[in-house]
């Protein structure tokens, strides 16, 4: 395909187009741009279908952007919540905005012309932007926008700072326009409002026609947001998420979501997805295999081949009836990627596996793990607990050192002995 509109349509990517013509006009180069607030020091998995939209975009050969909410992020964008968000301090916001470009030039190289918009706000009074660009918005239509009207039919209501937030973010457009001759805006489909706003603002200010693109949200087939696991939020950076943790997530995405996935999260051309997608239908399928295809791409691609192979070697020292792999070296070199908890000796020996299941938080209660054992679901050091009544001895350590309690597959939790004085 020669066109990046090809691309990211047979990719699902496409949403709604503020041009019936963009195809035509894509067929040109243009100058392109995705906004992220940072409102962490990580993206999040939500904001992966964004970068993956400048990596195609890049990749046909248009100028790609990152456009950081430095001053945006002051604020908080209202789009998709019930609640204003707090507001971070602004040590905070740098923190979060060095944080953030620099994995985008790790992630995309330094084609990727990183932006924070604080650059030009930073300036300007706020008198001189009521006057200059406030008088170009009209009151209707700004209520007429659906986070809008959530927000002000909710008991909280909307605070005027969020409901300018829209006006902030149609002056980036215009402002990038001017400047960088950016005429593609980008995001996901809950962004619509605001990139029509910057539209409108670019035709009233300098009469020229810019264009506007959404994607779909990162939804499962039930409709619900993918990114959130049981420890939270699916975090880019491995500082808050583990490449373990980042690759098991991936591991448990449903068959009826995991094609959609490969399409918008992996860069496998789309005759391999095909391929996987054709084997998944026949019987001779080995369950999960695309998972872990679609694991090991999105793994490699978000922290790289040292971050996959982390991932893989603490995958196979946790799988059930991996006891090969539990020796004490390989424990200490993945013990950073696993959830793990530092106990006493007399804390663990002599208790029994339910108590200690509990205290480390495998399971919520004792009657809990006691169904957990009854169900074949319980191992210690990746072997089956089939008494309900096990006790931790010494024996069960690894070199005096290590424990693993594992909750079925998947769920694994790695207690460190600690030395007595």
């Known amino acids: 395909m020669t066109n990046v509109y090809n691309e990211l349509e047979k990719r699902g990517f496409l949403d709604q187009l503020s041009d019936n013509n963009l195809k035509k006009i894509l067929a040109k180069k243009v100058n392109c741009y995705v906004g992220f607030d940072p409102t962490s020091d990580s993206l999040h998995l939500g904001n992966f279908v964004g970068i993956m939209a400048l990596y195609w975009f890049k990749k046909y050969g248009h100028k790609v ?118 005429s593609l805006q980008m995001g996901g489909s809950d962004q619509w409002g605001n990139i029509i706003a910057g539209i409108e603002l670019v035709r009233k200010l300098s009469r020229k026609t810019v264009y506007g693109m959404t994607f779909p949200l990162l939804t499962r087939s039930d409709g619900k947001k993918f990114g959130k696991s049981e420890k939270g939020a699916i975090w880019l950076n491995e500082n808050k998420l583990s490449y373990f943790d980042f690759y098991q997530y991936f591991i448990s995405i449903p068959d009826k979501d995991v094609i959609k996935m490969l399409k918008m999260l992996t860069i496998l051309s789309l005759e391999e997805i095909s391929e996987i997608e054709d084997q998944m239908q026949k019987s001779s399928y080995v369950p999960n295999t695309a998972q872990k295809k679609l694991a090991e791409q999105v793994t490699k691609f978000i922290h790289g081949k040292n971050g996959l192979d982390a991932a893989l070697k603490v995958t196979q020292a946790s799988a059930p009836g991996a006891d090969a792999c539990l020796d004490f070296s390989t424990l200490k070199n993945v013990e950073d990627q696993m959830s793990c908890k530092h106990l006493n000796f007399n804390d663990v020996i002599g208790k029994k596996y339910s108590e200690i299941a509990c205290q480390i938080h495998l399971v919520t209660s004792k009657s809990e793990a006691t169904r957990l054992i009854k169900n074949n679901g319980a191992y210690l050091n990746n072997r089956k607990i089939l008494d309900i009544n096990y006790v931790i001895s010494k024996n069960d350590l690894i070199q005096s050192t290590y424990i693993v309690f594992g909750a079925g597959k998947k769920k694994k939790i790695l207690v460190k002995i600690k030395k007595s004085n």
Do not use: C
Request: aromatic share 16%; charged share 25%.
């Open 65 to 182: 952007y990152s456009l950081i909410g430095g001053a945006t992020g002051r604020i908080g964008d209202p789009s998709g919540k019930s609640v204003e968000r707090p507001f971070l301090d602004d040590n905070e916001i740098l923190k979060n905005v060095f944080s953030i470009k620099s994995f985008f030039h790790n992630l995309l190289g330094k084609d990727v012309t990183v932006i924070n918009n604080n650059d030009w706000f930073k300036d300007m009074s706020f008198v001189d932007f009521l006057r200059d660009i406030g008088k170009h918005f009209r009151m209707g239509p700004m209520l007429a926008k659906e986070s809008v009207k959530l927000r002000m039919q909710s008991e909280e209501g909307m605070s005027f700072t969020e409901f300018s937030y829209q006006i902030l973010q149609a002056y980036d457009f215009y402002y990038l326009f001017k400047a960088n001759n950016i």
